[in-house]
């Protein structure tokens, strides 16, 4: 294994310097932090990482999760993860004093789980899991669940899962038939069978929270008619004891990644005594639900650059030890009496590096920036402020949970060809990273669905009023890096892309106006890739404006080289990844209709 799996520097440096997030500290929520304490929740996440997380890391995988007598089993450090995560404010950092939080921002907390996650991505998602349950329960559910529940979760003590999926019903939350039936207690018995759950069970926590869809009898149908519940695993009694809920752990699921990470299929009432508690309102849980969606996709997001981060890193230690062949000489010939060069010096090599250090820190900005318009939002203080950054959320969302996920797979998969077949082989850790980000393009709706979700929702969004503040955030940035002529080719080249998908929705908007969604829709997921190109080129002009000014200024926060390595990989993801939205357009605006099935046909 590699000796680094992240650069804190750029971590803080995108954190505090691009995104400004000491400008958020000025705000009342925030008023009791500053930089210095957060770089010191920073710091010891970083700390516990390397003590906790990153040993455990391939062992983990060798040893994963498995099912054994309605029991699944789990690796020791999942309890150290819960419990110590617990006592140092992992799980709770975000969440209100009120409730045992510590009310940091999530930019911050986002950093702090992005250490993690980089460390060893089969732990924090048992921590994860846990505060989403517990931000529902806090949004929605009456006082006395609340108080029933929450402490224990945000502690480690108990843990929390969000379960969705069924046998039958995937993606298509319509097709849910788990039962819900009301009781004249006030509780509900619960019957039916939930699969793909994540964190669902494991021999070192007292309790799982679970937060189950499922449909009242007599409910319309479709989504308009699934409620949201609260079903423990185990009953917290009057006198604080525990006893069983009738929550079996039928299997779990063994996987090509995540191992150590559980993926458990749920029965409820297989004995007709499993009780849950109504979150919200009857038929509104789907509602309940997708509130916390764009936190959970944020989370997807972050651990794809994680993943990615670490696996750049330990490609790039072995770049830089491994020798491999000599320099071509001027005539193009090798000279065989010359020691044999490093690979990182070799043309191909160093692209494939560049590839990856673009990818894992545009990414890394994206997450944060998403962070951060989600802590401006809660923090609004008007609702004109209110609705901008709850709508320029919603625009980048897709593109935060897609591009880290797809991009970031083919940044590992670049990263494990640097190591030729060594790569391969079980010896070195970069197949285990290909192996354990693949799942994030299935996560929180695979890229299919939130392709989908931004050319059909996000795209068309109030006439259109999101994306127009959404280029003018972009404008913004193209208009301050003009002010550096090292820059205003890249400005240009920013510009044009703009242009650029204009004329694509110019072409595309007819087919939604006619009604033919089906051929608007076609090229959805051709079109994210083109979106998230621009978006994330957008991300990479910024830190390079940041940087120039740095250098301009001569800031001896960072060093030089520092900052000017954040403008030549700004160059590298300019001159080698967007010019890829060429093709896309030429792809999406091509008027065939190849993809679309048609009557009577046999190809596939």
């Not at 917290?236 to 090509?256: H, I, R």
């Not at 998908?501 to 090229?523: N, V």
């Amino acid at each position: 294994m590699a000796d680094k799996y992240v650069d804190i520097d750029t971590l803080k440096y995108l954190l505090y310097d691009v995104h400004e997030l000491e400008k958020l500290l000025k705000r009342e929520r925030f008023v009791d932090h500053d930089k210095e304490s957060l770089d010191m929740f920073l710091d010891s996440s970083k700390d516990f990482a390397d003590r906790e997380l990153f040993p455990y890391f391939k062992e983990m995988d060798e040893n994963p999760a498995f099912h054994k007598d309605g029991q699944v089993y789990v690796h020791k450090q999942v309890e150290t993860m819960m419990k110590k995560g617990g006592e140092l404010g992992f799980i709770s950092s975000s969440f209100d004093y009120e409730v045992g939080g510590l009310q940091i921002p999530l930019m911050a907390s986002t950093a702090s789980s992005y250490i993690l996650d980089a460390a060893n991505n089969h732990l924090p998602g048992y921590a994860g899991l846990t505060q989403g349950a517990a931000e529902l329960i806090i949004h929605f559910a009456k006082k006395d669940l609340l108080d029933k529940y929450v402490p224990e979760m945000l502690a480690g003590n108990w843990g929390g899962t969000m379960c969705l999926t069924e046998p039958q019903a995937g993606s298509s939350l319509s097709d849910i038939v788990t039962k819900a039936t009301p009781h004249e207690n006030g509780y509900y018995n619960i019957s039916g069978q939930k699969i793909f759950i994540s964190a669902g069970d494991n021999q070192y926590l007292d309790n799982i929270v679970h937060l189950v869809l499922a449909r009242v009898e007599g409910a319309p149908k479709g989504t308009k008619g699934i409620s949201l519940f609260i079903v423990p695993k185990n009953r917290k009694l009057d006198d604080g004891s525990l006893e069983p809920n009738d929550v079996t752990s039928v299997a779990d699921f063994q996987k090509m990644g995540q191992k150590g990470y559980c993926t458990t299929h749920l029965g409820f009432g297989d004995k007709e005594d499993c009780r849950g508690w109504l979150v919200g309102e009857e038929n509104n849980g789907l509602r309940c639900m997708f509130v916390m969606m764009n936190a959970a996709r944020i989370g997807v997001g972050r651990a794809a650059s994680a993943i990615s981060s670490a696996a750049y890193y330990a490609s790039l230690q072995y770049a830089n030890e491994r020798p491999q062949g000599r320099k071509l000489s001027s005539d193009g010939k090798k000279n065989v009496e010359e020691s044999q060069s490093l690979i990182i010096e070799h043309p191909d090599v160093r692209r494939m590096l560049l590839l990856q250090k673009a990818v894992v820190e545009g990414s890394m900005s994206l997450v944060l920036l998403a962070a951060k318009y989600y802590d401006l939002e809660s923090t609004a203080q008007s609702k004109e402020e209110k609705i901008k950054y709850n709508t320029l959320l919603e625009m980048i969302i897709p593109v935060v949970k897609t591009y880290p996920s797809d991009a970031g797979a083919y940044s590992v998969n670049n990263g494990l060809q640097v190591l030729g077949g060594y790569g391969f082989c079980s010896d070195f850790i970069l197949q285990q990273y290909y192996r354990d980000i693949r799942i994030s393009a299935i996560y929180e709706g695979t890229t299919g669905i939130q392709s989908q979700d931004l050319l059909g929702r996000k795209i068309t969004m109030n006439n259109g009023e999101g994306l127009k503040l959404l280029l003018a955030e972009i404008i913004e940035t193209i208009t301050k890096a003009s002010n550096y002529p090292e820059l205003k080719e890249y400005c240009d080249s920013l510009s044009k892309k703009i242009k650029l998908s204009e004329k694509i929705l110019q072409t595309l908007m007819p087919y939604a106006l006619k009604g033919d969604f089906e051929k608007y829709l076609a090229d959805a997921s051709i079109f994210m890739e083109f979106f998230s190109l621009v978006i994330v080129g957008w991300n990479w002009l910024e830190i390079a404006a940041n940087s120039q000014e740095a250098l301009k200024n001569g800031d001896k926060k960072y060093s030089e080289i520092f900052y000017k390595s954040k403008i030549e990989t700004m160059k590298y993801f300019f001159e080698y990844e967007l010019p890829k939205t060429i093709s896309h357009s030429e792809i999406i605006m091509n008027p065939s209709s190849v993809t679309i099935k048609k009557e009577g046909e046999i190809l596939i």
